[in-house]
């Protein structure tokens, strides 16, 4: 007989260790659940090291996008904020363990279909209930190159994509644990409730001619708001975006810390794969912490 099967009953505090750390077992297990273009997976490593440093603050992400930064540095605490809210519906869903009970299949008419049945629930007003969050993810990992894309009017218009083979996720049960202590929340940026434990990463639309990833897009002058409410701030920030002359130029002019990275270019029209020039901007952190 296993000699773990002889073992004394484990007491209150060792229980909590035990849940705890299978709790951190499967969060490391977790992969982002949706399929995001531009996402920051790999930059997880760059930002590890200022994160260890305030690894007890919350870690708040005005634009929290595909989830591939707070998976990554798993915070215990989280408020993930983004401006598009079909994406926060789906997140708040995992929150209470979805599971699709919508039928998915990798099909030109049958996606169309099924765009068409998301783009009328939103002109409902029915955008945030359990059905939605389960078209936008069927929509998501079916269209092309994972895009989030939406017309002035609200519609989501990613075309069908061309996946040979998808693996479709019917149980989201893990991530409810995961997401336990995080909120979501779809606010502007700058209504965002902070407090002086805060870490604040934020990683907009990039300053590139397509911006229309929510309904009102993000044009430059957002992309202004967004720094100098980042400089007024007194929690330690990180911006990233991509490293393009006026984007540079803005952040230093406000007194951030510069770093240029070469980022994977996962999305090509003509097939170039030349690394796309990545900018990672900070301030409000010890002196001496360099990002590595």
Known sequence: MPSILCSPPLNPLAKQVVNISESLTKLERLTPPLKWAG?????????????QVYSNYRLVEPFCGGLAIALGLQPE??????????????YQCLQKGLKLDIKVQNEREFYYAQRLEFNRLIQLGKADTPKAAQL?????????????RFNRNGGFNVPFGRHRTINYTKDFSPYKSAF????????????????SNDLIYADPPYDVEFRQYAKN???????????????QQ???AIASNQATTRILELYQDLGFQIHILNAPRRISCNGDRVPAKEMLAYRGFEKGLELS
């Open 217 to 231: 897009g993000f044009e430059w002058s957002e992309q202004e708001r967004l720094a100098h409410w980042l400089a």
């Open 234 to 236: 007194n929690n330690p």
């Open 39 to 51: 996402g920051k997976r790999w930059l997880v490593p760059y930002l590890q090291k200022p994160w």
């Open 136 to 148: 936008f993810y069927y929509l998501n990992r079916t269209g092309y190159n994972g895009l989030c």
């Open 180 to 195: 336990a202590e995080w909120k979501f929340t779809n606010l502007d940026f700058a209504k965002i409730p902070l407090t």
């Open 77 to 90: 605490k989280a408020l993930l904020n983004d401006i598009n809210p079909h994406v926060v519906n789906f």
